[in-house]
């Protein structure tokens, strides 16, 4: 639970994102953000139902195959893998901009200082992310501190300011355009709570606390930016914030001029969590997936903290060559608008999946309930109309990104994640002799038991890969 309420980063999240959503859609971010956050909302009790019956470290990719096919789940691997992996160039971009930008407010840092300090944060994420789940829990749970004061501070001085900073507000024809990549954009904003299901085999109760975490999360997220966006957008000029770097900097020196550490310092504390949170899903995922044969099996090799060393030092490892692409060889602005909206695109596709899951696994359950088996407990049946509902929502608008976005991010975007998804029926082609390795859970409090002979584990720790039967 505290992995999943530390993982929300809401100053972070405006801070890399608003700019973005501003010159898109200026003032209609708002209803753009709230169409999204209810499948979202709705994600996170379809997250705890499947945690409930299949906790695992794999999460999404395992759900995929115990109710789709192994199939399903290979190409679903392929898409959680470009959801987080692409997440975390957009976070350690943003956190050398911002480190240098408190360290030397006045200077203009070459690309050179952008990759150095991009490279000290990936290097500062490894720490704690080897330690182990638990260390990077405690420290993400003092940031969260950090943050939530932060927030009530800034939301306090914004309602105190507001005769003395309001602007007209102009909400404009509705750019529909705009909108929709306000929408697929907002999945990078709305998500992180769905991280205690990645550390399920960590926990204590696996069965019964993955998944809580995530619904206080999610909810904590929406009332988060319903609080945040209204009094940026509404004590800022518009052109000052279309396209910030960091709009959440341009509305503190508002509030308070003359002193941008005030912003910066808690922007980077959330920056830090979300870089860690983000990178520990991947590597949960990873090391699922190479303990499976999915990837190589040194993805699932443990350390003597009993964490999936190589999968962290691989993840950002890539990460660096990617943030380094981007530093030394193209356009800030044009590939940061293009990372992030590929990263939103793919998060969106993520959870447009888990949804398609929980529809076909609740629709099972009412069949069998029809033909006289255990019956189905209404709140599953709402949640089955729901799941329904969210997977409509979520797949029209990837599909409606397809016409849109080229106009609003770029050319090319559409060719890229086409490509993209293309590659993943490759992927799934080439891991078609992947075997799934089913990991039984206990009542909560025993030992975890799987298939492969001596994996067991106390509920603290990682299930240690071991030989086949």
């Known amino acids: 639970m505290p992995l999943s309420v530390s993982s929300v980063g809401p100053l972070f999240s405006v801070a890399a994102t608003g700019g973005v959503m501003a010159a898109a859609a200026g003032w209609w971010t708002l209803p753009a953000i709230a169409v999204l956050a209810i499948p979202f909302v709705i994600s996170s009790l379809v997250f705890r139902l499947l945690n409930r019956h299949f906790p695992q470290a794999g999460a999404s990719y395992h759900w995929s195959a115990r109710v789709i096919g192994r199939g399903a789940s290979r190409y679903q691997a392929w898409i959680l893998i470009l959801a987080y992996f692409i997440s975390i160039p957009p976070i350690a971009i943003p956190a050398a901009s911002y480190t240098l930008s408190l360290l030397a407010p006045h200077a203009h840092p070459t690309a050179a200082a952008q990759l150095a300090v991009s490279l000290f944060w990936l290097a500062f994420a490894a720490v704690p992310l080897l330690g182990g789940g638990r260390p990077t829990a405690r420290i993400t749970q003092f940031f969260l501190a950090v943050e939530v004061v932060s927030v009530g501070a800034l939301a306090t001085l914004g309602v105190l300011n507001w005769q003395r900073l309001h602007v007209p507000v102009h909400f404009g024809p509705m750019p529909v355009g705009g909108m929709l990549v306000v929408a697929v954009v907002a999945a990078t904003i709305l998500d992180g709570w769905e991280i205690d299901s990645y550390a399920s085999e960590e926990s204590r109760r696996p ?8 619904i206080i999360g999610a909810l904590l997220a929406v009332a988060f930016y319903a609080v945040l966006y209204p009094l940026m957008l509404g004590e800022t000029p518009l052109s000052r914030l279309a396209n910030a770097t960091n709009p959440l900097a341009v509305w503190g020196a508002r509030l308070i001029p003359g002193a941008p550490w005030v912003i910066l310092v808690p922007v980077l504390a959330s920056t830090a969590g979300g870089l860690w949170l983000t990178t520990f899903i991947l590597t949960r995922a990873l090391y699922a997936m190479g303990r499976e044969g999915v990837l190589p099996a040194a993805f699932a090799r443990l350390s003597r903290r009993r964490v999936p060393h190589v999968a962290i030092m691989a993840s950002l490892a890539a990460a660096l060559a990617v943030t380094a692409a981007q530093a030394l060889f193209s356009s800030l602005g044009a590939f940061f608008d293009l990372v992030l909206s590929a990263a939103g695109f793919f998060l969106l596709a993520e959870f447009f999946l888990d949804a398609v899951t929980a529809t076909v696994f609740l629709g099972f359950a009412r069949r069998r309930a029809a033909s006289g088996g255990m019956p ?24 409606a990104f397809f016409v849109y976005g080229p106009v609003a991010i770029g050319r090319g975007i559409d060719q890229v994640l086409a490509v993209l998804l293309l590659l993943g029926v490759v992927f799934a082609w080439l891991t078609r002799g992947a075997r799934p390795a089913f990991v039984f859970h206990g009542n909560d409090g025993e030992p975890h038991r799987s298939r492969r002979r001596g994996a067991t584990a106390a509920g603290r720790d990682l299930l240690p890969a071991a030989p086949e039967d």
């Open 376 to 399: 189905l407990p209404p709140g599953h049946r709402l949640l089955g109309a729901a799941a329904a509902l969210s997977s409509v929502v979520m797949g029209a608008l990837l599909v």
């Open 207 to 214: 069965r019964s606390d993955p998944g809580r975490g995530g």
